[in-house]
Nanobody, 124 residues
């Protein structure tokens, strides 16, 4: 299983970025997927998740209203659209798949695969 994330970079506060993550090695439509992030010097934290069908989404409190997670089954890709970015959004962002027995949630222990991470830096 491979999760190839891209789209990170440096942006000014108030700007937007869209992260992408392509899944290979498993059937994309069968797995819930999510994004976590790890700010400098902090623990890894949940950002957003989307159900295998694309019909259910779940967001952290800090992401609500600014972030949209979506998935494209034709491209086996999940996206994270981030708007109104703040310096505190600076982190390495990780794409994930959930254990097939688990629903979408913020629990790290429900994750079975992690991508390599993509750096997002928001300047003030």
């Amino acid at each position: 299983v491979q999760l190839q994330a891209s789209g990170g970079g440096m942006v000014e506060a108030g700007g937007s970025l869209r992260l992408s993550c392509a899944l290979s090695g498993r059937t994309f439509s069968m797995y819930n997927m999510g994004w976590f992030r790890q700010p400098p010097g902090k623990e890894r934290e949940f950002v957003a998740a989307v159900a295998s069908t694309g019909g259910g989404r779940y967001y952290s409190d800090s992401a609500k209203g600014r972030v949209t997670i979506s998935r494209d089954h034709a491209r086996n890709t999940v996206y994270l659209q981030m708007n109104s970015l703040k310096p505190q959004d600076t982190a390495v962002y990780y794409c994930t798949t959930y254990d097939g027995r688990r629903g979408i949630s913020g629990h790290r222990e429900y994750i079975d695969y992690w991508g390599q991470g993509t750096q997002v830096t928001v300047s003030s």
